[in-house]
């Protein structure tokens, strides 16, 4: 009798693939000979429905917004398909957004702001869980924002979107992206608190250079701006970036100001 090929598997763990295989899609995997179908299906329903309530949960206006059959279907898509890159239970919604965006072929019927809205829903869940600390060196609490250099916080994400993800649910479903992008800052604050606040074209564009670290002063990143809006009063743009920075620091968006 022939002997197996060395690159053949035990038996044993060819049984486990065929079980994780038919787990996984159970309409074109078959399940393994001589496991009774009852056990099968208790098997089936709990994981699925393990992965699903996670990511409905943490997905919960994109649950939402999507009727039943699609959202198992597009669930039911993400289970059989994608192939995780980490155990760790928390990481699961990563990989559910990475799936969307860059594995996942868009399909007739989709919600056009599917995978924007995805995205921002995913960024509360990892301010919520990230290990990053406020408590950065060299940071003086009190400092000048206009004299001193603004330290933008870790914890603060400034981020644009074709579509009003903050707005989106059940009753408001756009057809069509925004005239100009949403420009928002999601964030988690000294009390471990997680919130968003919408902001203007200026507001991002002053996140984005104190997000740059270049020590420059709030005031000369103001005066940056001015010169690229051309601005005929320059004083103007500083006089309202100051308040800018000051509603930034209150929030714990800005943390403070270094020094040069």
Same mark, same amino acid.
């Given at each position: 009798m022939a002997s197996p090929s060395r690159t053949d598997p035990p038996d044993f763990i060819r049984r486990q693939y065929e079980f994780a295989a038919h787990i996984r899609d159970p309409q074109n995997r078959p399940a393994p000979a001589d496991i009774e179908e009852r056990r099968m299906g208790v098997y089936r329903e709990l994981f699925f429905n393990n992965v699903e309530g996670f990511i409905a949960g943490t997905f919960p206006v994109l649950r939402k917004t999507l009727d039943d059959d699609s959202w198992n279907s597009l669930l039911r898509d993400y289970f059989s398909r994608h192939r995780a890159r980490t155990p760790l239970f928390l990481e699961m919604p990563r990989e559910f957004l990475t799936w969307l965006e860059s594995e996942r072929d868009a399909q007739d019927g989709d919600l056009p702001f599917l995978t924007e809205l995805a995205h921002y829903e995913w960024v509360e869940l990892a301010l919520s869980i990230s290990e990053e600390s406020l408590d950065v060196p060299g940071l003086g609490r009190d400092g000048d924002l206009l004299e001193g250099i603004p330290v933008l916080s870790p914890l603060a994400w400034h981020l644009a979107y074709r579509w009003p993800v903050h707005?989106?649910?059940?009753? *408001? $479903?756009?057809?069509? #992206?925004?005239?100009?992008?949403?420009?928002?800052? +999601?964030?988690?604050?000294?009390?471990?608190?997680?919130? *968003? $606040?919408?902001?203007? #074209?200026?507001?991002?564009?002053?996140?984005?250079? +104190?997000?740059?670290?270049?020590?420059?002063?709030?005031?000369? $990143?103001?005066?940056?701006?001015?010169?690229e809006m051309d601005h005929p009063n320059p004083d103007i743009v500083i006089k309202g970036g100051a308040g800018i920075l000051n509603n930034l620091y209150q929030k714990d968006i800005i943390l403070g100001t270094k020094q040069a």
């Open positions: 707005r989106i649910g059940p009753d *408001f $479903l756009p057809a069509s #992206p925004g005239s100009a992008p949403t420009c928002l800052v +999601v964030y988690r604050n000294r009390d471990n608190d997680v919130g *968003f $606040l919408e902001i203007n #074209p200026v507001t991002k564009r002053l996140l984005e250079l +104190v997000d740059e670290d270049s020590g420059a002063t709030g005031t000369t $990143l103001l005066d940056r701006i001015a010169t």
